[in-house]
């Protein structure tokens, strides 16, 4: 059995209510307002507080669903069963009480007692329970008033005008089934005590033989309460408030009477309901496929990233084993240069001027005139190191003494060495 209270999605729930409902030209007008709120949520109080802040209980409402057509297709096959529903404590033992006396002629009609009310009011907000002694009329009005000061009606304001042209549509079944539409856009809290208090109406009016309260008079009673209509003291008369009054009577008589049916989703809705969930589970399951082979996407590239990074460092010559063996290389040359004397090689081709107070080496041209002087038996000063191949070894004679000694350096080059 398919009713609102098993609506997960209610906003595409929504969506299709009003695109049946624009079907029958009713459109959707003003704007939902934001539920009203406790300026003191430490301050708990009975009335004037939202259904949101109250507290509640489970009951049990009957409801009507429609399971599909017939075979023939004239009507459509329901199925009735009771619910549980969230509903205010104080409406649930106000209804029970009410029903003690329900015999009471002139229920919901007649005033009562305002200061037996008002006493009332105060045991009830030091959360005493309802006694055996309080009169029926009383109590009656007690809900009334407690109905009238909610912050936001059971009926939204905003659904008050597509209810007004739900009844005047030429076909009275067509007027039920937009009423129900209808209904069904209400908060699912506001709506199940509503219907709650719908069918305690219409068990009140069951007994109308003896209260003379039938849906008819209750409506009329019932109308200001569950749909406010705000009429200024100079437009009493006007005839478009009068209407107003009279049809808003009107939708609360046929929504007593059908009071079953409005918590029941129509069957076209539900299958239209169940194909769009359906659709939407497989496009989720297909999202997480995607996502999960993704996410094995990257984690796979994540992992082959290390792998080839390890191969890299093992299998392959990385850069820094490439450049610390171009610094062994570079050693060993420094040091076979360091062990065989050899001119110096200039590695670049940026020019620098020479230092001359540091010996850097030998020009070419120093070369050449040390290899002249080499070949006349002179070295310049200048050389650092002694030449290599066969040498003239000169005997120097003294007064006692005659010795062989190695090429010396000419500190004179004017003069020749002697041989």
Request: net charge positive.
């Amino acid at each position: 059995m398919h009713h609102i209270f098993n609506v997960e999605d209610n906003i595409t729930f929504n969506a299709l209510v009003w695109s049946e409902l624009k079907k029958h030209g009713i459109k959707e007008t003003g704007r939902w307002r934001k539920p009203t709120r406790n300026n003191d949520p430490h301050k708990k109080t009975l009335f004037c507080q939202p259904l949101e802040l109250l507290e509640c209980e489970q009951v049990l409402i009957m409801v009507e669903s429609e399971l599909g057509n017939s075979s023939d297709g004239s009507k459509p096959v329901c199925a009735k069963g009771d619910i549980l529903v969230q509903v205010p404590t104080f409406v649930v033992q106000s209804c029970q009480a009410i029903l003690k006396g329900v015999h009471t002629e002139g229920l919901f009609r007649k005033a009562g007692s305002a200061c037996r009310q008002r006493e009332i009011k105060r045991q009830l907000e030091r959360k005493e329970e309802f006694k055996s002694s309080h009169d029926v009329i009383d109590l009656a009005n007690i809900l009334k008033q407690f109905l009238r000061e909610l912050p936001d009606p059971l009926i939204p304001y905003q659904l008050h005008d597509v209810l007004l042209k739900c009844v005047q549509m030429e076909s009275l079944e067509k007027a039920s089934q937009m009423l129900h539409l209808t209904c069904l856009l209400i908060p699912q809290q506001a709506l199940a005590t509503l219907c709650y208090l719908l069918q305690f109406f219409e068990a009140v009016a069951s007994n109308s033989s003896k209260n003379l309260m039938d849906a008819s008079n209750i409506s009329i009673v019932m109308a200001p309460t569950l749909m406010p209509v705000n009429i200024t003291a100079s437009s009493r008369n006007d005839r478009q408030n009068c209407s107003k009054l009279q049809n808003s009577a009107k939708v609360i008589q046929m929504l007593i009477e059908n009071s079953n049916k409005l918590c029941g989703i129509p069957h076209a809705i539900a299958t239209r309901l169940v194909s769009i969930s359906t659709t939407s589970l497989i496009d989720q399951d297909r999202g997480r496929r995607n996502s999960r082979s993704k996410s094995r996407h990257r984690r796979s590239s994540s992992f082959n990233r290390v792998f080839e990074g390890l191969r890299k460092i093992v299998g392959v010559k990385s850069d820094f084993s490439a450049s610390v063996e171009h610094l062994s290389d570079c050693r060993s040359e420094s040091a076979a240069d360091l062990a065989i004397p050899s001119s110096p090689v200039i590695r670049s081709t940026f020019k620098r001027k020479v230092d001359l107070e540091i010996n850097t080496g030998l020009s070419i041209k120093k070369k050449k005139a040390a290899l002249e002087g080499l070949s006349q038996g002179k070295v310049l000063c200048t050389t650092p190191l002694t030449p290599q191949g066969n040498h003239r070894y000169i005997i120097q004679t003294d007064n006692h003494h005659s010795y062989f000694a190695s090429p010396r350096i000419d500190l004179n080059p004017r003069l020749n060495i002697s041989h």
